[in-house]
């Protein structure tokens, strides 16, 4: 018997023929390498130059970021400059190249969803090398009849002729996918991704697992950090691990998952006249090695080891010892952690490798790990925070809504002896000092705009609350025209305002 029959999508309401497909994907493009002209792109020319940036010859997925908050997974030999002036808007280009062609399939798509589309790629890559542009034009074709991606629906994605569920999309943190191939022989195999935009934690800090409580301070206090590893894959991995080991907070400062030099920040980031910037450099040309000696954090990887692989336990090691270029594994920081060592996570992380367990439950026990260090951290800046808001009962329907109170960092410092990270982790050490550096930090200053603006909003809608429950024609009765007419128009006014937060919100 063939595959089980797939529900029909239901039609959306969209308005131009290729509306699905600019859902997934910004556009698809192909970037060809000449060896007299340098790289070219068919049709637009969007990168150029050179030669590759790493001596891999093997095919490699991995990543880069653009200043404008892009990200770029690509195979080796593709290098692509910034293409698109924009404001507000990111993008993620996905790519796979073919180095016997000497041929590049990108995907510039406006989601980060890296897992995903590295599968999609996985797909459509090899058979577009092999049958060119007829298949790119069928699988278009394809992904135009997706329906939208949208949160908490079950979504079935054909692709020439293999099919991949989407079992469930909670929401844009998290989402938990399911890849179904129907293959020529009608068999049904089922391949489950954990997520669709996140990496493996366990394994790509497997080399340097035995310092990942020190690594995922410097990614919370925004250090600048370069990553040198042998290929684009395992660069641009540990780049995107590093930046998600503090979720739910978010990283905000720039990352570059796989840095050239090509790219147009190459003197300004190698410049030893000013302090690195706050900035993650993932890079595999041993060039770098002399280059960015003088950053204040490197970590130097080899291969990844597979799941059943013990990792040696390395020493963090001073940063003039990293002067040749081949430098053993390890990092190279004079950094002091704010913590002691958690001892536990090792233990049950080398326990798991003895026992040969899976690397998604690795995976999931570092993660969660991870998560639970973060909210620790992140909780007690939360209480603090919400402390800011006004009491409900002094907000009047007819004045303008009251005013949050300013963060005051040694306020918030007294509430810590009482209140702080003690109460729900058992790690031990200057957690008053880490708040401080954190403070002066891109990410709270990121943070703290966020929940700022979220407790605007919030004060915003109780103010429309309470002018929705007040009674109109009393108040007018109490008042003369004139006061009347004020009043309407002021309430017009703050009718429109709300309509267009909500219209921000809903965009």
């Known amino acids: 018997p063939g595959p089980p029959a797939l529900e029909e999508p239901e039609q959306e309401p969209l308005l131009l023929p290729w509306d699905r497909f600019s859902s ?6 192909v970037v060809g390498f000449d060896l007299e002209l340098g790289q070219a792109v068919e049709k637009t020319s969007i990168c150029y130059l050179s030669f590759p940036d790493s001596n891999s010859g093997k095919l490699h997925s991995f990543t880069m970021d653009f200043h404008d908050s892009f990200y770029l997974v690509c195979c080796f030999g593709l290098y692509l400059e910034r293409i698109f002036e924009l404001h507000d808007i990111s993008l993620t280009v996905y790519a796979c190249v073919c180095v016997s062609l000497l041929q590049s399939l990108v995907l510039i798509s406006k989601l980060p969803y890296v897992t995903f589309f590295h599968s999609l790629l996985k797909l459509i890559a090899p058979e577009y090398f092999e049958k060119q542009e007829p298949f790119l034009e069928a699988a278009c074709n394809d992904i135009d009849r997706w329906p939208t991606p949208c949160p908490g629906k079950i979504l079935t994605l054909p692709i020439m002729g293999v099919v991949m569920k989407v079992i469930r999309i909670t929401s844009v943190c998290s989402h938990v996918m399911s890849l179904i191939f129907h293959s020529q022989s009608d068999s049904l195999v089922s391949i489950v991704l954990p997520t669709v935009h996140e990496v493996d934690l ?3 800090f497997h080399p340097v697992f035995f310092h990942i409580q020190m690594l995922w301070e410097l990614v919370l206090l925004s250090e600048a950090l370069v990553v040198m590893a042998p290929s684009p894959a ?3 991995d540990t780049v995107l691990a590093l930046v998600s080991c503090i979720s739910p907070l978010r990283y905000c400062s720039d990352f570059r998952p796989y840095f050239t030099i090509h790219d147009s920040e190459f003197k300004e980031y190698t410049t030893r006249t000013q302090a690195p910037p706050s900035v993650i450099l993932g890079v595999t040309n041993p060039f770098f090695a002399k280059t960015l000696q003088h950053w204040p954090h490197i970590i130097r990887i080899g291969d990844m080891k597979q799941a059943g692989e013990m990792a040696k336990q390395m020493k963090v090691k001073k940063l003039k010892n990293l002067k040749t270029l081949d430098s053993k594994p390890g990092v190279y920081t004079a950094y002091k ?4 060592k958690d001892e536990d996570i090792i233990k049950q992380l080398q326990k ?21 260090l973060t909210q620790s951290f992140i909780i007690p800046l939360e209480r603090y925070v919400a402390s800011l808001m006004p009491l409900q009962k002094s907000i009047s329907p007819w004045k303008s809504p009251p005013q949050l109170r300013p963060f005051n960092q040694e306020e918030f410092m007294k509430t810590l002896e009482k209140a702080g990270p003690q109460l729900t ?7 008053i000092g880490l708040y401080r550096q954190f403070l002066r930090s ?16 919030k004060l915003e809608a109780l103010h ?3 002018l929705c429950e007040e009674d109109l024609q009393l108040r007018i009765q109490k008042h003369t025209e004139v006061e009347t007419v004020d009043l309407v128009l002021k309430l017009k006014e703050k009718l429109v305002s709300t309509a267009l937060i909500l219209w921000a919100i809903k965009k």
């Open 24 to 29: 997934w994907l910004h556009c698809i493009c």
């Open 202 to 204: 366990f394994r790509c």
């Open 234 to 236: 395992e660069s641009s």
């Open 337 to 340: 952690p704010f913590l002691n």
């Open 352 to 372: 798991g490798v003895q026992q040969k367990r899976p690397s998604a439950a690795q995976n999931a026990i570092l993660r969660r790990y991870f998560l639970e």
């Open 425 to 431: 982790s058992r790690l031990k050490g200057d957690w």
């Open 442 to 457: 891109p990410n709270f200053d990121g943070w703290f705009r966020n929940r700022r603006k979220e407790m605007m909003q």
């Open 464 to 466: 429309l609350e309470a």
